[in-house]
């Protein structure tokens, strides 16, 4: 089992958040729905203006800092049934407390344009939530699903998901990952239940 770290602060006394985005690497991947996760991340980034260019514990990373919060910002690199591995290894070498995690990733029961942000729960078939709940031996980390919605007809959802986003989706994309990225820094902020009321459900609500 993973060991959780309750050392809430580093040396120079700011506290650290890692958010971690799920997706698969390569360029074949990039765009398709199964990597909302990291385009979330890298929307993230936009904001903070912060660059992923270092590979760390299997992931590309950034970093931000303030007079308020350190931030990592992640996208695992092992593919998305192994993240776990990479989340794990971040957490421990920051020896970031578990309450100070967030992952991002896709959830097909939740339609495009739709949030939520939860406190724990289990990975409801989400390989990359999954890998982290086994790696760390906990479902107690707050998460943010990002809806994709299902497959129509009788298409398989494996396919589904590693299909590209529809012209047609490309501005409810841009507005769900504006939210996501809002979402994912009021997190680190003002905590989760702050975030979890200003930001569950769909994005014509925020």
Known sequence: MFRLFRKTETESGLPVFLIAGFGNPGREYMNTRHNIGFMAVDRICHRLDVFLGKMQSNAL????????HRII?????????????????LLKF???????????HDDLDLPLGTLRIRPSGGSGGQKGLGSTIERLGTQNFARLRLGIGRPSGRMDAADYVLQSFHANDRQMLDTVLDSAAEAALLFVREGLETAMNR???SVEKN
């Open 61 to 68: 990373t950034a970093q931000f800092k303030d007079s308020h």
């Open 73 to 89: 910002l992640a996208k695992p690199q092992t593919f998305m049934n192994l993240s776990g591995q990479a989340v794990g290894g």
């Open 94 to 104: 920051y020896k970031i407390p578990i309450e100070n995690l967030l992952v991002i």
């Open 199 to 201: 930001f569950n459900g």
